[in-house]
């Protein structure tokens, strides 16, 4: 069991670790999407560097590493939650820190959102009523945009009252933040939900 449990963590990772929005970006246009745009191998780069043809692939891959990993428990373990919250995890591990990119990636959001709608849709709902209110007020404050972050593992124990699962949220909360970390923020590279966009026009029209 425990070998079973390491060899299908293992194959979660490297699954997770496919640069889908790497790989897509490169097909569509021939651009090396960790030097293009914020350097993220993600959806919203993907979609800015690559286009919507490379978006919309990057999209459909993240999703599917949501359900890989949960197929997998729910296939070889009959859905035990501490086998599917460890592979979903160990697909975000891989997602943002990919082999395949020497440690590159994206933040995972894409995968986390799907996976927490099959496994807890009332968490994410709930995370998503407290996140987009403090994303509005941030106007891109990076220490304000990152609170969000710490009521994930509260939302999941107060929804599902599951040690593991609380456990799960911790880890992936703390994953988040060292992602957040390392990779610009690509809403507010972007201008997305933010003014960055509406400043930069009115310098602009300053300057002239």
């Known amino acids: 069991m425990l070998i079973q449990i390491i060899f299908f963590a293992l194959l979660s990772y490297l699954y997770g670790a496919i640069p889908f929005a790497y790989i897509a970006a490169y097909l569509f246009t021939g651009k090396n ?3 293009h745009g914020t350097g993220n191998i993600g959806v919203t780069n993907a979609f800015k560097v690559g286009g919507y043809g490379a978006g919309i692939i990057t999209v459909i891959g993240e999703i599917s590493k949501a359900f890989f990993p949960i197929y997998l428990a729910y296939r070889f373990f ?3 939650l501490f086998p ?3 592979f979903v995890l160990c697909t975000l591990i891989g997602t ?3 082999v395949f990119l020497k440690g590159k990636g994206g933040k995972g959001s894409t995968v986390a959102v799907w996976s927490l709608l099959i496994l807890s849709p ?3 709902i709930t995370l998503a009523i407290l996140w987009f209110p403090i994303l509005k007020l941030s106007k891109g404050n990076p220490l304000i945009k990152k609170i969000p ?3 994930i593992p509260i939302v999941i124990f107060i929804v599902e009252r599951d040690v593991v699962f609380t456990l799960f949220g911790i880890l992936t909360s703390f994953l988040f933040f060292l992602s957040n ?3 610009k923020d690509d809403f507010v590279e972007y201008g997305i939900f933010h003014e960055k966009q509406n400043k930069n026009k009115s310098q602009m029209s300053n300057n002239k």
């Open 149 to 151: 972050l710490l009521f």
């Open 96 to 98: 943002s820190f990919s």
């Open 84 to 86: 599917t919250l460890l």
């Open 122 to 124: 009332y968490s994410l």
């Open 33 to 35: 999407l960790s030097t």
């Open 181 to 183: 970390y390392y990779r």
């Open 78 to 80: 009959a859905g035990d």
